[in-house]
T-cell receptor, first 109, second 110 residues
Framework: QQQVKQSPQSLIVQKGGISIINCAYENTAFDYFPWYQQFPGKGPALLIAIRPDVSEKKEGRFTISFNKSAKQFSLHIMDSQPGDSATYFC????????FGSGTQLTVLP | AGVTQSPTHLIKTRGQQVTLSCSPI?????VSWYQQTPGQGLQFLFE???????NKGNFPGRFSGRQFSNSRSEMNVSTLELGDSALYLCASSLAEDTQYFGPGTRLTVL
C-alpha cells in the first residue's frame, strides 16, 4: 500500500523560530514531492515541491530537504510567523498524489 | 482565475444523491477529486483527463465522476451515507504533477 507518514501531528513554535515537519514514504516509484499549506475553510495551496534528483530546495523562508536513500523528506520554515499558522501536508506522486496525514502548525506571537 | 467549485456548502439526507461541480484553471485538462475528512485525511477519488477517467482511488461505486469537453468536471455520490460527510476538493493541473486546488464543497449528510 502506498503510504506517506507525516510527523508531528501538531507543532507549536515561537515567532522567529524554525518549524520542522517530517515525512517518510515507502514507494520508490514516487518521483515528485510537494508540500501544501491549508488554512481553515480553504483548499490546500501548493507551497514548494522537489524531485528526487535534488537534495534541497529553498524558496524564501521555506526549504525542502530530501534524503533519497532514507526515503524521507522534510519541510523547514525559517523565521516562522503567526501568519504561517496552518495545516501542512506533505505528498508524494508517482502519477497520483498520496498525502500525509497533516501537521497543524501554530506560531505564537 | 483559480479552480472554482460549487456549491460551497450542501446539506443532504441519507439515501439522497448529490452532484458537485468543478471548473479548472483555464488551459488545464486534468481534474482530480479528493475527499478530506478529519479521520481519513485527504484521499484521492479519481482523475479525469480529456474526458477520460485516468486514475481511480479506492472508493465504492457510489462515487462517480465525469469531465466535459471544456474540462469542467462533476462528481456524483449516490445513496449518501453519514460517512460521506466531508470536504470534497477538486484540483486541476497542466503538468502531470503540479495540482492546484479549489476551495472545496462542504457536504453534510444528516
Amino acid at each position: 500500500q502506498q503510504q506517506v507518514k507525516q510527523s508531528p501531528q501538531s507543532l507549536i513554535v515561537q515567532k522567529g523560530g524554525i518549524s520542522i515537519i517530517n515525512c517518510a514514504y515507502e514507494n520508490t516509484a514516487f518521483d515528485y514531492f510537494p508540500w501544501y499549506q491549508q488554512f481553515p475553510g480553504k483548499g490546500p495551496a501548493l507551497l514548494i515541491a522537489i524531485r528526487p534528483d535534488v537534495s534541497e530546495k529553498k524558496e524564501g523562508r521555506f526549504t525542502i530537504s530530501f534524503n533519497k536513500s532514507a526515503k524521507q523528506f522534510s519541510l523547514h520554515i525559517m523565521d516562522s510567523q503567526p501568519g504561517d499558522s496552518a495545516t501542512y501536508f506533505c505528498a508524494a506522486s508517482g502519477g497520483q498524489l498520496t498525502f500525509g496525514s497533516g501537521t497543524q502548525l501554530t506560531v505564537l506571537p | 482565475a483559480g479552480v472554482t467549485q460549487s456549491p460551497t456548502h450542501l446539506i443532504k439526507t441519507r439515501g439522497q444523491q448529490v452532484t458537485l461541480s468543478c471548473s479548472p484553471i483555464s488551459g488545464h485538462r486534468s481534474v482530480s477529486w479528493y475527499q478530506q475528512t478529519p479521520g481519513q485525511g485527504l484521499q484521492f477519488l479519481f482523475e479525469y483527463f480529456s474526458e477520460t477517467q485516468r486514475n481511480k482511488g479506492n472508493f465504492p461505486g457510489r462515487f462517480s465522476g465525469r469531465q466535459f469537453s471544456n474540462s469542467r468536471s462533476e462528481m456524483n455520490v449516490s445513496t449518501l451515507e453519514l460517512g460521506d460527510s466531508a470536504l470534497y476538493l477538486c484540483a486541476s493541473s497542466l503538468a502531470e504533477d503540479t495540482q492546484y486546488f479549489g476551495p472545496g464543497t462542504r457536504l453534510t449528510v444528516l
